[in-house]
Each structure stands twice: as C-alpha cells, then as structure tokens.
C-alpha cells in the first residue's frame, strides 16, 4: 500500500492543534510542523536549519516560532529568519481549512518548499 507524501494530505482537526502552539506530523521521509496562531494556521518543515532541532515545540510570539535549541526565531509566513535574515529560511507549505480538517499541500519529498 502507497501512502502519500506529497499533494494536497489531511494532516489534523483543528480541535488537534490548540491556539498558540504547535504539532509535529510524520509525513513519509519528512517532519511538518503545524501552528495555530491568532486563528489561524501554518505550516513548515519541522527542522532548524541551523542545528536540526524540531520547532513545533518553539513558543510563538508575534507571527514567529522560535527554536528551543538556539533561539532563531522563523516567521511563520515564509520561514524567513527573522533575526538572521541571511540565514536559511524553513520552508513551509499553504494549509487549507475544510471543515473542521487540516489540509497541508507538500511538493515532492525532494523539492523545497515555497
């Protein structure tokens, strides 16, 4: 049997990921991080590219999570660094809402995120 791990994959409830805080989901080879900020939710690579350290456990505070390990801090909307914009940004992925599902579009396990 074939899973999915790339398209359009239903990933949590809503109920699944309450507000301010985030889950980490095994998709195939890679880890997804999902946020739930101010009504809202994001979704990105769940890896630091500075050290390798999950995010989805990083406190969010105004539009960003921040690592755990170093104190890099990613903004949630584009995975930008935001204080080391020269840094790799994480790449994230758009999640859409139906119901009361989350759904997160993933490239190939071999591409980068948008």
């Known amino acids: 049997m ?8 239903r990933l949590a409830n809503i109920e699944d990921i ?5 889950r980490e989901f095994r998709v195939g080879d890679r880890f997804v991080a999902i ?7 994001y979704a ?4 630091c590219p500075h050290a ?18 170093h104190g890099w801090r990613f903004n949630l909307n584009d995975g930008i660094c935001a204080n080391l914009p020269k840094a790799p940004a994480v790449p994230t992925y758009p999640v859409t809402v ?17």
């Open 35 to 41: 946020f739930h900020h101010k009504g809202q939710f």
């Open 18 to 22: 309450p507000e301010g805080q985030g």
């Open 52 to 69: 390798g350290a999950p995010l989805n456990n990083g406190p969010i505070y105004s539009g960003t999570v921040t690592c755990l390990w």
């Open 2 to 9: 074939s899973v999915q791990t790339s398209g359009t994959i």
């Open 44 to 47: 990105m690579e769940d890896v």
């Open 98 to 114: 139906q119901g009361q599902e989350l759904y997160v579009t993933l490239p190939p396990s071999d591409a980068q995120g948008t």
